[in-house]
Structures are given as structure tokens and as C-alpha cells.
């Protein structure tokens, strides 16, 4: 079955330090690959997408994501948080022939001590 | 253009009631998508247009959802009938053909009461 983990629910760091969230994805083939962020009553906003090529993406806001292949990973990683990085993280796939559909993960949200 | 615009954003009715919440999509955005988030959720896709052509709806929570795109532009979401279960944010998200990220919009808070 398709499916989208992220395992961490909740998430604290403080401000500077670095962040890492996991996504493990189940997929027949390999999907395409997108990380969206959510500010509390918000939609989504894009911070990154992976089609092909460098497995290794960078996104907005200073984020970037690395694709591994065998392990169907795509963890998302920023070095340096900023207080205003507190949102809700979701990992998302779509098919590579078409992203009609996304699934996404149950998010992780991420808390910043100043 | 400002992005996809959704409405209402909140919406606050009594169980049985009819609801219809309205998706403006990127102007030139051919894919339209309707999902569900409820609380501590990721969103759950429920249907997409391909200009006005529904393409899967199979997703649609039951039959008292149903969604339109009547002219390939905006889109409408309706739930007849109400109950508490359907209490959550829906939100509207759109893509320039297939292959490409979709963008959402803020989304339609549901509250049923």
C-alpha cells in the first residue's frame, strides 16, 4: 500500500540549532517527492520538490531535502532554525506519471525555543 | 495573480444543513484538487478536475459530496446534509497539467454543530 511516514509528531529545537524531520515513504515506484509547511489555521505552502536528478534539493526559507533512494527516504533538514520555522511539516507523494493525487504524511510539528 | 483563493474560510453550520464552499483556482492552471484535513491530520485527497472533466472522485467521502468545475475555472464543493464528522478544513489546490507541484489555498474551515 502507498503510504508516507513521518515519525516524529512533535518536534523542539532551539532557535540556531539545527533541525532534521524524517519521511519514509511506501511506493510502487519511485514517486515524486514534495515538502509543505503549515502555519496553524493556514493552507500549505511549498518549501521543496524532488522530480529527478541531484538527489539532494534546496527549497525556500533556507531548507533542503536529501532523497534516498534505498532507504525511501526524504528528510528534510535546515542548519540554523529561525522562531518563525514554528509550523507543521508534511511530507507529501505523488505519481511520477502525473501528480493527480498526493499522499501525504500525519505531519510533524515543530516547536522553537528561543 | 494572488495565488489560489478559497471561500468562505470559516464556515459554522447546524448538522443537516447544506454547505457549498467555492475554490478560485491560478488563472492558468488546468488541474484543480479538492482534500480533507482534519486534526492532527495530513490532508486526504478527495477528487481532481482536468479543466472541467472530472477525472477521480472515487475518493469523495460519500454521497452527500459532490464538486464542480462547471466552465474549467473555479471550482464548488457541496455537502448536502451535514454531520459533526464532516467538521474540518478542505482545502483547494491547483497545478498547470500533470508533472508539476500543486499550490493550495488557505483553505475553508468546517465546523458543524
Known amino acids: 500500500a502507498q503510504s508516507v511516514t513521518q515519525p516524529d509528531i512533535h518536534i523542539t529545537v532551539s532557535e540556531g540549532a539545527s533541525l532534521e524531520l524524517r519521511c519514509n515513504y511506501s511506493y510502487g515506484a519511485t514517486p515524486y517527492l514534495f515538502w509543505y509547511v503549515q502555519s496553524p489555521g493556514q493552507g500549505l505552502q511549498l518549501l521543496l520538490k524532488y522530480f529527478s536528478g541531484d538527489t539532494l534539493v534546496q527549497g525556500i526559507k533556507g531548507f533542503e531535502a536529501e532523497f534516498k533512494r534505498s532507504q525511501s527516504s526524504f528528510n528534510l533538514r535546515k542548519p540554523s532554525v529561525h522562531w518563525s520555522d514554528a509550523a507543521e511539516y508534511f511530507c507529501a507523494v505523488g505519481h511520477p506519471s502525473g501528480t493527480y493525487k498526493y499522499i501525504f504524511g500525519t505531519g510533524t510539528r515543530l516547536k522553537v525555543l528561543a | 495573480d494572488t495565488g489560489v483563493s478559497q471561500d468562505p474560510r470559516h464556515k459554522i453550520t447546524k448538522r443537516g444543513q447544506n454547505v457549498t464552499f467555492r475554490c478560485d483556482p491560478i488563472s492558468e492552471h488546468n488541474r484543480l484538487y479538492w482534500y480533507r484535513q482534519t486534526l492532527g491530520q495530513g490532508p486526504e485527497f478527495l477528487t481532481y478536475f482536468q479543466n472541467e472533466a472530472q477525472l477521480e472522485k472515487s475518493r469523495l467521502l460519500s454521497d452527500r459530496f459532490s464538486a464542480e468545475r462547471p466552465k474549467g475555472s473555479f471550482s464548488t464543493l457541496e455537502i448536502q446534509r451535514t454531520e459533526q464528522g464532516d467538521s474540518a478544513m478542505y482545502l483547494c489546490?491547483?497545478?498547470?497539467?500533470?508533472?508539476?507541484?500543486?499550490?493550495f489555498g488557505q483553505g475553508t474551515r468546517l465546523t458543524v454543530v
Open positions: 489546490a491547483s497545478s498547470l497539467g500533470g508533472g508539476a507541484e500543486a499550490f
